[in-house]
């Protein structure tokens, strides 16, 4: 068998780990339970947050990683194992004061949710947004007008739409609020703000710290929100089905995401294929 124990995979769920259908491929899993039995660390880079990843994999989060997931596009990192937030980064609340009543003057059709340490936040429950709530955990969703909850601790606002309509959002948002916001695309229906400081790559960083930075770190990624962790990785992986900008920056690109590319990756390694 391989010694795994000089890497550390990260991988974005949607598009990568999971197949087409957001369902698990068999092949993953027995590959990262092989990795992770000869002294691989292996975790999630997502853009979702803690609150639905239970539900999003299907079991216990730390039955599958064995490291601190990267949360929210790097806002934050989780110990499922400890059920603990660590390095967690917040929307400035000025900013969110300013940005709630311009996005609902100019952007009154797009359904939004904001992601807070224990609460998903909501004023509708329908649309894309409502198709989006039975994900997260029990309890968690709060419904409501947005003003009448507390702004200090958002780590991100999501909005749903149109490709068309989340461009001209994306836009104008840049033009009002400039380097105050980050922006950033996770799927073609789906646009997010946060901390300008967010991204997978400062998620990367983080991870390095709590686990130790002398491990050559995979990071695997197939949208747009992946972009900065495949460039801040040792080896950057994508699916065969990525866009075209993250092949083009990728070491790699292996088979489509419905045949298992994690499975591929770590073939390659204890073949001897991948290289940093």
């Known amino acids: 068998m391989t010694d795994f124990s000089r890497y550390m995979i990260a991988t974005d769920l949607d598009g990568t780990f999971f197949g087409p259908d957001g369902k698990f491929v068999e092949r993953n899993l027995a590959a990262v339970e092989r990795f992770k039995a000869w002294g691989g660390l292996f975790t999630l880079a997502t853009g979702r947050v803690n609150l639905n990843i239970r539900n999003a994999i ?54 939004f949710r904001v992601s807070t340490p224990d609460s998903l936040l909501v004023e509708t429950d329908t649309g894309m947004i409502g198709r989006d709530l039975p ?20 780590y991100k606002i999501v909005f749903r739409g149109e490709p068309d309509r989340l461009q001209e959002l994306r836009l104008a948002v840049m033009d009002h609020f400039g380097q105050r916001l980050g922006i950033t695309a996770s799927g073609t229906h789906i646009l997010e703000l946060q901390p300008p400081t967010c991204n997978k ?31 801040a990785a040792d080896i950057a992986i994508c699916p065969e089905n990525a866009i075209p900008r993250v092949k083009e920056i990728c070491h790699y690109t292996l088979c489509h995401c ?5 499975g591929d990756v770590i073939e390659g390694l204890e073949r001897g294929d991948l290289q940093a």
């Open 58 to 111: 299907g079991c216990r989060p730390e039955k599958l990683i064995n490291a601190p997931a990267v949360m929210s596009n790097g806002g934050y990192l989780y110990d499922f194992t400890s059920n603990q937030a660590l390095e967690e980064e917040w929307m400035n609340e000025g900013d969110v004061r300013e940005l709630v009543p311009f996005f609902k003057q100019h952007f009154p059709d797009l359904g």
């Open 135 to 154: 994900r997260y955990d029990v309890g968690v969703v709060k419904k409501g007008p947005i003003e009448s909850f507390p702004m200090n601790d958002w």
């Open 201 to 231: 790559a400062r998620g990367l960083e983080k991870l390095r710290r709590v686990c130790g930075g002398d491990r050559i770190l995979i990071a695997c990624g197939d949208f747009e929100n992946d972009i900065e962790m495949l460039q």
């Open 258 to 262: 419905k045949d298992g590319l994690i």
